[in-house]
């Protein structure tokens, strides 16, 4: 409690569960200090924690797919044990990092939202703050589950008085959307309105007004080393999240139908595609950031992602961008099972947790990925076999070059390995 690294950036959530786990067993057994502060020990409440992640990942695909009376126990379980060993998290089940954590109260806080036990939904956000700050915008995703919810209700309310089949709550053509911001914009302006999506949001308005607090008292989000986390408008960030999705879904999102799909619309519809394609180069353009992390630090894949893609000629960003779109595409074709405004909530909370860092680490697209994951249809049995085939794989990959492939730097005696 009295010693900090200033070079810690988040709060102390994980000490915190660390304590109140291993205080009461050195007592209960009459361990030492030496035995209840050891790496092995601490490394093990990760342990119980991804024990924990796949039990609430299974709940909350049993949940979210309830009602697809076509999807097996044995489906079901599968995607748990895929999405349980999911390489950047799995990783970090046997180190002590704060994901492993802060998964588990995120997953735990969304699970109690979609019961609707939304106090209880809440404090766990809470707990997830604890963990990272960033996952203050899950906790938002959480009321924005409500929200939707009760805006998805309204809107085929409004469909059945104007008896018009042509508009539903999918995404469809610009006409469609535009009547559906002007709806959102009237049920949004009305006080009956609001004071029910407050009545029902109460314990997530209570913890966000607290983090504001806490942002104005502590003079930022960070903790610890600010210098190095400075929050700044870096829009590359979604391209390389949506990358990084197609990467690790490529058995769902990467298919002959789907690039035949995105061909199609493509076709269908040039002018839309083309101003996408000039906004991105744009965004590329002005809002690329490169962390000197980044650039010096060689022990995390992001590094030799950086050397090896991005830094072979400066126009390689701008030439990515047509796999930027067929990224973009092909995530938002997934979700279109959701309702717009599910849709439109989660992409406010995607844009939220990954524009504003300034580092690419692929450890901050976890939750977005997951909670992206567990939303979408279930695939086929074999899409997911080789899912998890892929997962073993990489995860086999890493732990290979972690362990085995150590290397040292000129000016440190210690030893580097290799890491997400």
Known sequence: FFQWDPMITTLPGLYLVSVGAVKPAAWLFGWTGSVVCSVAMLRFINLLFSAGNFYLLYLLLFKIHQKN??????????????????????????????????????LFAYLMCLYGNHKTSALLGFCGFMFR?????????????????????????????????????????????????????????????LVTLTALTWPYIILVTMFFVFVFINGGIVVGDRSSHEACLHFPQLFYFLSF?????????LTPTKIRKFLLSLRKHPVQYSLIAVISLFLIWKFTYVHKYLLADNRHYTFYV????????????????????????????????????????????????????KLLEFRYFILPFLIYRLNIPFPSLYRQLLELAFYIVVNAVTFHLFLNRTFQWPNSDEIQRFMW
């Not at 599968?78 to 180190?95: C, I, K, N």
């Not at 906790?139 to 809107?155: D, I, P, Q, R, S």
């Not at 999705?245 to 999102?253: C, E, G, I, N, Q």
Request: aromatic residues 20%; glycine residues 4%; contains cysteine.
């Open 69 to 106: 009376k076509a999807v097996s126990g044995f489906q079901k379980i599968l995607s748990t044990l895929s999405l349980a060993m999911f390489p950047t998290l799995y990783f970090f089940t046997f180190l002590y990092y704060t994901d492993p954590g802060s998964v588990f109260f995120t």
């Open 133 to 193: 700050q960033t996952n203050i915008v899950w906790t938002v995703f959480c009321a924005g589950n409500v929200v939707a919810e009760k805006l998805n209700e309204a809107w085929k309310t409004e469909l059945q008085k104007k008896k018009d089949e042509k508009i539903s709550s999918k995404k469809g053509s610009f006409s469609d959307f535009i009547r559906i911001l002007q709806f959102l914009i009237e049920y949004l302006i009305s006080p009956k309105n």
């Open 245 to 253: 999705t197609v990467f690790f879904s490529f058995p769902h999102l």
């Open 306 to 357: 950086w050397r090896k893609i991005f830094q072979r000629h400066k126009l390689v960003k701008y030439i990515l961008v047509p796999v930027y779109m067929f990224a973009g595409w092909s995530f938002a074709d997934t979700l279109k099972s959701k309702s717009i405004f599910w849709s439109l909530m989660y992409f406010v909370c995607l844009l939220a947790v990954t524009v504003p860092q």
